[in-house]
């Protein structure tokens, strides 16, 4: 019964480069939530997702970053040229519902490095 | 004024003490509130949901005042494996708005 999947676990890339972060949601779970989290900072909400559709994107910022969950495969979350400030873990989270008064399941995070 | 403001302690404690973490949260309107742990470099694991009866979960007791807007939840009889961030979330038209966590390190 395997819980959110999130690869790689670690990726590095130089700056100017593309990053590629793919999460996996719960089995059941058509919703997809990704988070960032900086150094000694809390989880920031970056962009809400159901199959095909962006529900909230509210805290994606307005250049480089862009997310899909397509109808077959994991959701991509996609940052473009790269800058040393966009370094932190990157969670990814399901639920089995949308958008409500539910805890969400987290996957193991990938660790971002920009050299 | 931070959403939702935690210490960022860290608690140091012995074994077998009886930790308390607060949390203040800024929105009246957030619906629902939840207790996370983050281990070091690992991803947030729920604890437990907070509900404004208060509820029990095994050595861990947690209380919601809405009047208030503060949050709280006790661990007992502390284990060493409890070291960890423990982070305050609520929820507000269906985000999850997280805390900066408070550290707590048991020591033997």
């Known amino acids: 019964n395997a819980g959110v999947m999130q690869n790689p676990r670690h990726l590095v890339r130089r700056r100017g480069q593309e990053a590629r972060l793919r999460c996996s949601p719960m089995?059941?779970?058509?919703?997809v939530y990704w988070y960032r989290q900086l150094p000694e900072e809390g989880l920031k909400f970056m962009v809400y997702?159901?199959?095909?559709?962006?529900?909230?994107e509210s805290g994606m910022p307005k250049e480089r970053f862009s997310a899909e969950f397509p109808k077959e495969g994991p959701s991509i979350l996609r940052i473009q040229q790269v800058v040393r400030g966009d370094s932190a873990a990157y969670f990814c989270?399901?639920?089995?519902?949308?958008?409500?008064?539910?805890?969400?399941?987290f996957g193991d995070g990938t660790r971002l490095s920009i050299l | 004024r931070k959403e939702v403001e935690q210490d960022p302690g860290p608690f140091n404690v012995p074994e077998g003490a009886t930790v308390a973490f607060n949390c203040t949260y800024s929105n009246s309107a957030s619906q629902s509130f939840f207790w996370y742990r983050q281990d070091c470099r690992k991803e947030p694991k729920l604890l437990m949901s907070?509900?404004?009866s208060g509820n029990e979960d095994g050595r861990c007791t947690a209380q919601l005042n809405r009047a208030s807007q503060y949050i709280s939840l006790l661990i007992r009889d502390s284990k060493l494996s409890d070291s960890a961030t423990y982070l305050c979330v609520v929820t507000f038209q269906g985000n999850l708005i997280f805390g900066k966590g408070t550290k707590l390190s048991v020591k033997p």
């Open positions: 907070v509900y404004s």
């Open positions: 089995k059941g779970h058509s919703h």
């Open positions: 997702l159901q199959k095909e559709n962006i529900i909230d």
């Open positions: 989270a399901s639920s089995p519902l949308g958008q409500g008064n539910q805890p969400q399941h």
